[in-house]
């Protein structure tokens, strides 16, 4: 199972970026998905989920109402829409496969991970 983050980059507060993860290996569209940050000196955090009909969603409360989770079950593929940047928002970001169909936002929920995508929002 491979999952392959990108579409990080340096963005300016108050930009946008989104972020891609295209996952092969395993029935996509049958486990949830999520996406987690980790910022320097800090452990890692989770950021959003979206289970595997793509109907239920859990958002962090930093990041609610400004960044958005979707999934495309027939290209494999999750996104997560950061707008309204801002520099805590700075982390690399992994995306993850879950074991189950419910959104989570344990860690312990998720068996697959990415490599991570950068992000840097300046001020």
């Known amino acids: 199972v491979q999952l392959q983050a990108s579409g990080g980059g340096l963005v300016q507060t108050g930009g946008s970026l989104r972020l891609s993860c295209a996952v092969s290996g395993r029935t996509f569209s049958s486990k949830t998905m999520g996406w987690f940050r980790q910022a320097p000196g800090k452990e890692r955090e989770f950021v959003a989920s979206?289970?595997?009909?793509?109907?239920?969603?859990i958002y962090a409360d930093s990041v609610r109402g400004r960044f958005a989770i979707s999934r495309d079950n027939a290209k494999s593929s999750l996104y997560l829409q950061m707008n309204s940047l801002k520099p805590e928002d700075t982390a690399v970001y992994f995306c993850a496969s879950g074991i189950g169909r419910a959104a989570q936002w344990r860690s312990s929920q998720y068996n697959y991970w990415g490599q991570g995508t950068q992000v840097t929002v300046s001020s």
């Open positions: 979206l289970s595997a009909n793509g109907i239920s969603t």
